[in-house]
C-alpha cells in the first residue's frame, strides 16, 4: 500500500475508546503517544483492538510545529 | 460590476442547485463554438488549466456533465457541450434577457451614491474548496456532538462527513436534501492503483489521472471520477514522484469524514 501521505508511524494500539459516532485510538510509537480520532464505523472495519499493530498516517499539511 | 452599477447578474438555480455564473456559460458557449478547451480558454482570456477547473467544477455541480471529452489532457482531444449544457446556456440567456429589462425598472437612479443595494453584493458566496460536490442526503446517524451524514455523490459512489449535531440541526440535513460537500484538496490523499486500502478513512474514490500539475514543493492532481465529475488533490511533490502517478493511471482519492464541509443552499 503506497500512499501520497508522508507521515506513516508504525506503532501499538494501547487504548480504544468508543463514542456513538467517533472514537479514540491511542498508538504507542515508540514511547510516545499518537491520539486519533476516527469514525466507531472505521475501527469494526479495520477489526482494531488493543495490542494491534498499526500505521498512524499523517498527511504533512495537517503537522502543526512548535518551538 | 465594471462600472460599480447594478448590474442584472443572474444566478441560475434549478431545484435549488447552486448558481453558475456568466463567465462559466461565455465559457461553455465558446466550448461549443470551438469543439476544444484550449481554443474556448483563449476566446475568453482564461488560461488552459483556469477553463478546465472552470468545466470540472460546473460538471461537478450539475446531475449530468455539460461538457464531456475534456480529459485529452493539455493538448485536448476534442470537448463537446452535451444536450444538457446547450440547454443550461439557453435558458441562462433567455432569462438574462429578461432580466435585464426588469432590473433597469427596478434601480432606476438609485444606483449612484450611497447604493441602496450595497448589501446584496456580499450574498454571493464563493469558496476557495477546490472540491464541490452536489450530493444527495441518505442517512444522518446521530451521536451525543457529532452526527454522520452519509450521501451520494453517484449513484456508484458514497460520501461520508462526520459534522456536529447542531449543525445538522442548524441547516435541517434530513435523508433526501440536496446538499454541497465542500473538501479542501489539501486534505485529499492518494494511493496508486485500484485496490481499496485498509484504512480508518471512510471516503475513498476510485479514478483516473486526468492532470497532474507540479510545483517546486506540491503537486497536484486531478482524478476523472466517473460521472463527469472529478476531484482535485494536492499532495508534495516528493509524493507525486514515489507513487510515480502519471496522467491515465489508476488512483484512489480519500478523506477523513471530518474533512468534509457540508453547505446547503
Known amino acids: ?67 | 460590476m465594471t462600472d460599480g452599477k447594478v448590474e442584472a447578474l443572474l444566478a441560475l438555480k434549478r431545484e435549488g442547485r447552486p448558481s453558475v455564473g456568466r463567465d462559466r456559460i461565455e465559457l461553455l458557449e465558446a466550448v461549443a463554438t470551438h469543439g476544444s478547451i484550449s481554443k474556448a480558454a483563449k476566446a475568453v482570456g482564461l488560461s488552459y488549466k483556469a477553463a478546465w477547473d472552470a468545466l470540472n467544477a460546473v460538471n461537478n455541480l450539475l446531475p449530468r456533465p455539460a461538457v464531456t471529452g475534456q480529459t485529452g489532457g493539455r493538448q485536448g482531444g476534442g470537448a463537446q457541450v452535451t444536450e444538457d449544457g446547450h440547454a443550461l446556456i439557453a435558458s441562462f440567456r433567455l432569462l438574462e434577457k429578461r432580466l435585464d429589462k426588469v432590473a433597469r425598472l427596478l434601480t432606476g437612479d438609485e444606483s449612484g451614491d450611497g447604493d441602496p443595494f450595497a448589501l446584496l453584493w456580499s450574498l454571493g458566496m464563493k469558496t476557495t474548496a477546490r472540491n464541490a460536490f452536489r450530493c444527495t442526503v441518505t442517512e444522518v446517524r446521530r451521536g451525543g456532538v457529532n452526527a454522520e451524514v452519509l450521501m451520494h455523490l453517484t449513484p456508484d459512489c458514497q460520501l461520508t462527513a462526520i459534522v456536529t449535531g447542531e449543525s445538522v440541526d442548524e441547516l435541517a440535513i434530513t435523508p433526501g436534501r440536496d446538499v454541497t460537500a465542500l473538501i479542501k484538496s489539501s486534505f485529499v490523499m492518494l494511493i496508486a492503483g485500484d485496490q481499496n486500502p485498509r484504512l480508518s478513512a471512510r471516503n475513498r474514490i476510485p479514478g483516473i489521472v486526468s492532470h497532474r500539475d507540479d510545483g517546486p514543493v506540491s503537486a497536484e492532481f486531478s482524478l476523472d471520477i466517473g460521472g463527469g465529475k472529478s476531484i482535485v488533490a494536492v499532495v508534495t511533490r516528493d509524493a507525486a514522484e514515489d507513487l510515480d502517478l502519471k496522467v491515465g493511471d489508476k488512483a484512489m482519492a480519500f478523506f477523513k469524514s471530518s474533512h468534509v464541509i457540508l453547505a446547503v443552499d
Open chain 1, 1 to 67: 500500500m503506497q500512499l501520497s501521505a508522508r507521515n506513516a508511524l508504525k506503532g501499538t494500539v494501547v487504548e480504544i475508546a468508543r463514542g456513538q459516532i467517533v472514537g479514540k485510538v491511542k498508538v504507542d510509537v515508540g514511547g510516545q503517544f499518537v491520539t486519533s480520532l476516527v469514525s466507531v464505523e472505521a475501527i469494526d472495519e479495520l477489526g482494531l483492538t488493543v495490542g494491534d499493530s498499526v500505521s498512524a498516517i499523517i498527511k504533512s499539511t495537517e503537522v502543526m510545529l512548535a518551538k
